[in-house]
């Protein structure tokens, strides 16, 4: 059984940095890719960053240059370093992996940027 659980979130200024984790417990064996996804109130989630099994990333183009998303595959950790935060990076940010066809998620953490 896959579980992921984040970590990080809070309340920031603006211009300000937080870093996300996620610890995924369970087999992971098959990775497609790790990812940070993001919903805002009255909003569709959207993709904010991705890494795949190979360590290539990618970015939303809102956030580039802003975010970095990193992994450490000895503790089965993926991390959402962002800074120069915006009031509308303000989110429920979520960690997803997917394994063959499946996705996973976990409960989401809450980002708020304050003006």
């Known amino acids: 059984q896959v579980q992921l659980v984040e970590s990080g979130g809070g309340l920031v200024q603006a211009g300000g940095s937080l870093r996300l984790s996620c610890t995924i417990s369970?087999?992971?064996?098959?990775?497609?890719?790790m990812g940070w996804y993001r919903q805002a109130p009255g909003k569709q989630r959207e993709s904010v960053a991705t890494?795949?099994?190979?360590?290539?990333?990618g970015y939303a183009d809102s956030v580039k240059g802003r975010f970095t998303i990193s992994r450490d595959n000895a503790k089965n950790m993926v991390y959402l370093q962002m800074n120069s935060l915006k009031p509308e990076d303000t989110a429920v940010y979520y960690c997803?992996?997917?394994?063959?066809?499946?996705?996973?998620w976990g409960q989401g953490t809450q980002v708020t940027v304050s003006s």
């Open positions: 890494i795949t099994g190979a360590g290539n990333t």
């Open positions: 997803n992996i997917l394994i063959g066809w499946v996705a996973y």
């Open positions: 369970g087999s992971i064996f098959n990775l497609v890719s």
